[in-house]
């Protein structure tokens, strides 16, 4: 089978565990320069999430590869017509490590510290519980955001943990942000294996590798995201885990300065039926609520 990966250190990373998974070896991975890697800006001024899986997508449909493997937070919520979300394999800790050199904590740094972040949902959080913070643009590989911090550039960022987990970095963690507090992005953590919806040969194997734990889980977090309409220009956050035989979810909706947050929670069924009912609810109830003055910030360019 061959395998498509962005070209990033994480990226290839994640992309040799499912080689792995299905047996074979680094060779059967073609790596690609996608649209979002080109960016040096906010990705939501240049189009979304979206980027980063255009020419993997293509590639699947061309039948260049048989497979693609993403950073679920990535993947967009709809999927181009002819390919499909194959498995969701094991996922690694969803929560946000804290990366600072003079700092354990968020609420450690001064007054008029800078944090660094691409994230808009990180800047929204970040603000809301520091709004005598200053958040500044810091994009890049893993490897670079952990230079800028070391190199004094700015006070501190944020990583997704699992992505310092799988390279090996978690040391750099200042600390492990509590995700009651500020909640992942909706699927952080996962990895999104996905395929052609006509290869069966290919589906049939992929499907061994897919947990049904985390695809509920993941299935919760993006049909809330789904339900808000959400993209890289909304500040969403949602996790969804199993919790004494129930599904627990919380999510949340800023905006970017953080002034207003709005949060559901709730549980159910461990069923992929009852978790993406209880998403699209949630996030139905944030949309009602929030609507008018959403729109007031973002116009046509929320939901």
Not at 25 to 54: N, P, V
Not at 236 to 265: C, Q, Y
Request: glycine share 10%; net charge neutral.
């Amino acid at each position: 089978m061959k395998i498509g990966s962005r070209g990033s250190p994480l990226a290839l990373t994640q992309a040799r565990m499912v080689a792995q998974m299905l047996g074979a070896d680094d060779s059967a991975i073609q790596s690609f320069m996608t649209s979002g890697d080109r960016i040096t800006g906010r990705l939501q001024e240049a189009g979304g999430k979206g980027l980063f899986t255009k020419e993997l997508d293509e590639a699947l449909l061309d039948g260049r590869i048989d497979c693609a493997v993403h950073s679920m937070k990535d993947l967009p919520t709809r999927l181009p017509a002819g390919i499909v979300l194959a498995a969701v394999p094991a996922r690694e800790d969803p929560r946000d490590g804290f990366i600072a050199l003079r700092a354990g904590v968020l609420n450690d740094l001064p007054a008029g510290a800078t944090v660094g972040t691409a994230s808009l949902r990180r800047q929204a959080q970040t603000l809301h519980a520091r709004p005598d913070l200053k958040v500044e643009l810091l994009r890049g590989r893993v490897e670079t955001r952990l230079a800028k911090i070391e190199s004094g550039a700015f006070d501190a960022t944020y990583l997704a943990l699992a992505g310092l987990k799988r390279l090996g970095l978690e040391n750099h963690a200042a600390s492990i942000v509590d995700p009651n507090r500020m909640p992942p992005a909706p699927a952080q953590g996962a990895l999104a294996i996905t395929a052609r919806a006509d290869d069966a040969h290919a589906l049939a194997e992929l499907k061994l590798l897919d947990i049904a734990e985390f695809a509920v889980a993941t299935s919760a977090e993006r049909t809330f995201l789904a339900a808000l309409d959400g993209s890289c220009r909304t500040p969403i956050a949602a996790l969804a885990r199993m919790d004494r035989g129930r599904l627990s979810f919380i999510g949340e909706v800023l905006t970017p300065d953080g002034k207003h947050r709005w949060r559901r929670d709730g549980d159910c069924a461990p069923t992929m039926e009852a978790a993406t009912a209880l998403g699209s609810k949630l996030g139905a109830d944030i949309r009602k609520e929030a609507g008018p003055l959403y729109s007031a910030h973002f116009g046509d360019r929320g939901w």
